[in-house]
């Protein structure tokens, strides 16, 4: 049974930072796509890092030059590192696996306030 825990969440000031980390449990054959969602109160789920089976990255346009996406192969984890936050990124984060199927992380809370 595949599992996703995803921690590193919580609360920081403006312009801080957080590494978020997704750890990826259990037997799977072939990953296609990694990513990190996030939902904000009254928003759509909304796409903001990916990294391919290949390696290769994308940053949605509101975070670009701020957060980072990496992953360590031999530890089946991928992180999303987040700095220079703002409290438009406040939201519940997810990670997802794309395989044959999805796979879905618990989520972890980012609040970015003074």
């Known amino acids: 049974q595949v599992q996703l825990v995803e921690s590193g969440g919580g609360m920081v000031q403006p312009g801080g930072s957080l590494r978020l980390s997704c750890a990826v449990s259990g037997s799977i054959s072939r990953i296609n796509f990694m990513g990190w969602y996030r939902r904000a109160p009254g928003k759509e789920r909304e796409l903001v890092a990916s990294i391919s089976g290949g390696g290769s990255t994308n940053l949605a346009d509101s975070v670009r030059g701020r957060f980072t996406i990496s992953r360590d192969i031999a530890k089946n984890t991928v992180f999303l590192q987040m700095n220079s936050l703002k409290p438009e990124d406040t939201a519940v984060y997810y990670c997802?696996?794309?395989?044959?199927?999805?796979?879905w992380g618990q989520g972890t809370q980012v609040t970015v306030s003074s």
């Open positions: 997802n696996l794309r395989s044959l199927i999805d796979y």
